[in-house]
């Protein structure tokens, strides 16, 4: 899995962003620790974890 970015999540609705963080979880979930996967899985973890931050009013 390659790094996703915030300019790939820009087209994405809502509810597609949550079906991607369950599917980049799983991924990271089932890399090896410190792999290259791990590491990318992860970080695409934090950018769709940020876009639906900036997208979900949350009170």
Do not use: C
């Amino acid at each position: 899995m390659k790094p996703i970015t915030r300019t790939e999540l820009a087209s994405h609705s809502l509810s597609e962003l949550h079906g991607l963080l369950r599917r980049v979880f799983n991924a990271l979930a089932a890399s090896a620790p410190a792999s290259g996967q791990h590491k990318d899985a992860l970080a695409s973890l934090k950018t769709v974890r940020a876009e639906i931050a900036s997208r979900d009013p949350a009170p």
